[in-house]
Nanobody, 121 residues
């Protein structure tokens, strides 16, 4: 069973920083990309950042220049969030585009359970 486990969420003051990590575990053949999306109540989920196995990176417009995604190893990525704003408050979900080493062994998107990030004084 493939699992994505997020860590690092919490409460932080405006202007502060947090670092989120996501680890993919289980039987995995290959990971094509991993990344982060976020969602607040009443709004659709939006892109935060993604990184491919070839180190190709994409950021959402609202976080450009403030957030940095990086690959820690083959199965783990981190999101460094700086200069946090109240509008960054959301549930952050890790996403992985991968092929599991189990049936059905087809390319599939997996999601983590989400981690709450709250930016407030």
């Amino acid at each position: 069973q493939v699992q994505l486990v997020e860590s690092g969420g919490g409460l932080v003051q405006p202007g502060g920083s947090l670092r989120l990590s996501c680890a993919a575990s289980g039987s995995i053949t290959i990971i094509y990309a991993m990344g982060w999306y976020r969602q607040v109540p009443g709004k659709q989920r939006e892109l935060v950042a993604t990184i491919t196995s070839g180190e190709r990176i994409n950021y959402g417009d609202s976080v450009k220049g403030r957030f940095t995604i990086s690959r820690d190893n083959a199965n783990q990525v981190s999101l460094q969030m700086n200069s946090l704003k109240p509008e960054d408050t959301a549930v952050y979900y890790c996403n992985a585009d991968l092929v599991p080493n189990s049936w059905p062994d087809r390319r599939t998107n997996y999601w983590g359970q989400g981690t709450q990030v709250t930016v407030a004084s």
